[in-house]
């Protein structure tokens, strides 16, 4: 497995409507980050602070070109380190890499993914618990 190459592809995919923030966050923002907060509506994330509407994607999501490979784009996040739980906790399994597409998967992690999970636990240990598929 190798590190997060900044593809985009999760964040795209679960930006529209498909991601969640805990209470802490959400208290967080409110006390820390009111640019943030402007965001959430009801409790829910990413909806425009001027017509209330469902953005389609996260606000703090920026596409770059990417320098090393001009054909693919690269990502960045505006707010990388206060980001939701659900982008901190991103990916949790082997499986939901694979069908998201992630480029962190390698041909070796495809025919062992019990030793990629175990890889992916160690990768992300420091932002969640390990994930336990029995």
Not at 29 to 53: M, R, T
Not at 79 to 107: A, G, H, S, W
């Amino acid at each position: 497995m190798q590190d997060c190459n900044s593809c985009g592809k999760c964040c795209v995919k679960y930006s529209n409507g498909d991601l969640s923030a805990s209470d802490q966050d959400i208290d967080m923002w409110e006390l820390f980050k009111p640019d943030i907060a402007a965001y959430v509506k009801k409790g829910l994330i990413w909806f425009s602070p001027k017509s209330g509407k469902q953005l389609s994607l996260c606000p703090f999501l920026r596409e770059t070109k990417n320098l090393k490979e001009p054909t693919k784009n690269h990502y960045t996040c505006d707010i990388y380190y206060d980001r939701p739980e659900d982008c901190r906790f991103y990916p949790v399994t082997v499986k939901q890499m694979i069908n998201d597409e992630c480029e962190m998967l390698q041909e070796g992690d495809l025919r062992n993914p019990k030793q990629a999970q175990k890889d992916l636990d160690h990768l992300l240990a420091d932002s969640r618990q390990a994930f336990d598929e029995s």
